[in-house]
């Protein structure tokens, strides 16, 4: 059998599927409020049991493959026959993937740790549960209106077809989980290559996501996984006709190499997100924010707090503060001493980078390479460096914070637009002053700006918003949602149906 055939077949058996869930004439029965899934059962020994009564058999895949080609065309089936279902329907393919992350938000985050070993414990699990409970789904959607003496105009907000997605070692399952509501809410399938550091959990996640989706709803495949991923397999993502639109959530390297695709990229690119600290701040709360901030993952959060710049006249007060509330601060040759250790120095005209040894380490990781030893609950390491420190242009992603004392707030402003080299992500601000927080924002121009809170606060984290871990800040898109992954369409009928 050709693989016309074969698409043939696998197009019939979705489309009578769907049809035994929509009914053969086409109708849905309207859904009122929030569509809400059963509870998710652990997948059963055996293989699934759709609720419609189909087995799977041989021929699910539940998002496993090792080929691009044979992934693309199972999620460009899977995507066709999404098209058929009805909003309701996909979003109980959305609710079923959020209940997932709460329900097994231990085992999960568990495997992420011990699989990736960066980060702390206790929050990759939290980061599944967030996704749960926050995800935006199908009601994110709006539709556009034109009305006037020539009819009626609608835009509305289309999927693309395929997404080729890449996601980090930082938050491997929560990103995909993440990207796979947003994008299937949006009407779209994806095909992810994980970064090989993660791709066991992100390939038993997606494992465990098509499989409720199968059981409720009959479609396989909604979100492929490359099991094997290689850069080579990212590369034929990138050029593969059958992929519409690519999202991109890593460092600086992927970002570029996706650009050059020739195709529409999404991007969510580095930070190294700069805090100030102006002379009117709460200091208190700017020290128990940048605490909950830096922390978070063990810095792992490309929004994290990761250089902090102080004006001279609350200098000692803030590094008490920061004393107080239980970082452990080291000397300026400490410092040095362990900039050497964790960071590379930078090359070929670009920045210096973390030793990837020491990314997401515990900070007690961190005081052994300097051979002291700190409170077993210290959380953080910080201690004053000069602007142009590795500490300050590395993005650093573990839990040793640069403090840098500066003359002026204007040039902490200055320092802080350096440190966040141009990425456009994230910048902090500790004040009481409106001017100094309009200043600061119109200088960083970053996608979040945060004022006295803690950096997570601009994710939907005790911040008002909601939350997401693509913050598409390299092409401009913001948190992405389901509106990101979708393109105008334009609907208009001349003349009519104007009621007014
Ligand atoms: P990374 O850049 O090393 O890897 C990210 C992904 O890109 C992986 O899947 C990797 O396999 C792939 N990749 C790397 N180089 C590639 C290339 N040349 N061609 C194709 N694929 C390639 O990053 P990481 O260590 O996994 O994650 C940390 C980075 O991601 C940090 O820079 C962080 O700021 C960023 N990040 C950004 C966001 C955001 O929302 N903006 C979210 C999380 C992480």
Redesign the pocket.
């Known amino acids: 059998m050709t693989q016309v055939d074969d698409r043939l077949v696998q197009d019939m058996v979705q489309s009578v599927l769907s049809h035994i869930q929509t009914g053969w004439g086409g109708r849905v029965a309207p859904v009122t409020g929030q569509a809400v899934a059963a509870p998710v059962s652990a997948p059963r020994a055996g293989g699934a049991v759709a609720t419609n009564g189909t087995p799977a058999g041989a021929g699910n895949k539940f998002g496993q493959f090792t080929d691009v080609n044979e992934a693309v065309e199972a999620a460009a089936v899977a995507q066709r026959a999404l098209m058929r279902r009805s909003l309701a329907q996909r979003e109980i393919a959305c609710d079923l993937i959020r209940q997932i992350c709460v329900q097994q938000a231990d085992r999960l985050g568990e495997m992420e740790y011990e699989e990736t070993r960066v980060g702390h414990r206790a929050h990759k699990s939290e980061k599944l549960v967030l996704v749960g409970q926050t995800a935006p789904g199908v009601k994110f959607l709006r539709t556009e209106c034109f009305s006037g003496d020539h009819g009626i105009t609608l835009e509305e907000h289309a999927p693309w077809g395929v997404i080729g997605v890449?996601?980090?070692?930082?938050?491997s399952l929560p990103?995909l989980a993440n990207n796979a509501v947003n994008m299937i809410a949006a009407g779209n399938s994806l095909v992810c290559?994980?970064?090989?550091g993660g791709k066991g959990v992100a390939a038993h996640g997606a494992k465990l996501f098509n499989q409720a989706i199968y059981e409720k709803l009959g479609i396989d495949n909604l979100i492929s996984v490359i099991t094997q991923?290689t850069?080579e397999s990212?590369?034929e993502i990138f050029v593969h006709p059958g992929v519409r639109l690519l999202s991109?959530?890593?460092?600086?390297?992927?970002v570029a190499?996706a650009m050059k695709s020739g195709k529409r990229a999404i991007c969510?690119?580095?930070?190294n997100p700069p805090c100030v600290v102006d002379a009117s701040a709460d200091l208190d709360n700017a020290a128990r924010c940048i605490l909950e901030g830096a922390v978070y993952d063990n810095n792992l959060l490309?929004l994290s707090e990761k250089e902090v710049f102080v004006v001279a006249d609350v200098w000692d007060a803030m590094m008490s503060a920061m004393e107080s509330v239980g970082a452990c601060r080291l000397t300026s040759q400490q410092m040095d001493q362990l900039g050497r250790i964790c960071i590379t120095p930078a090359r070929d005209g670009g920045h210096p980078s973390a030793n990837r040894k020491f990314?997401g380490a515990e900070p007690q990781v961190l005081a052994e390479q300097l051979g002291i030893s700190i409170p077993a609950g210290c959380r953080m390491l910080f201690g004053q460096t000069e602007p142009d420190h590795v500490f300050v242009q590395a993005?650093q992603?573990m839990p040793v914070i640069p403090f840098v004392r500066c003359a002026t707030f204007e040039q902490a402003v200055e320092f802080a637009v350096q440190a966040e080299h141009g990425f456009g992500?994230t910048a902090i601000i500790h004040s009481r002053l409106v001017d100094h927080m309009t200043a600061m924002g119109k200088a960083v121009d970053t996608t979040i700006f945060v004022k006295n809170g803690p950096s997570v606060a601009g994710d939907g984290s005790g911040g008002e918003g909601y939350g997401g871990?693509?913050?598409?800040?390299s092409t401009g898109e913001g948190i992405a949602t389901p509106m990101t992954y979708t393109r105008l369409r334009r609907c208009v009928l001349v003349d009519n149906l104007r009621i007014i």
Request: aromatic share 2%; glycine share 14%.
């Open positions: 890449i996601t980090p070692v930082t938050h990103t290559n994980p970064h090989p991923p850069i990212a590369q991109i959530t890593g460092g600086p390297g992927v190499a969510a690119g580095p930070g490309c990314v993005e992603m992500h871990y693509s913050i598409a800040c």
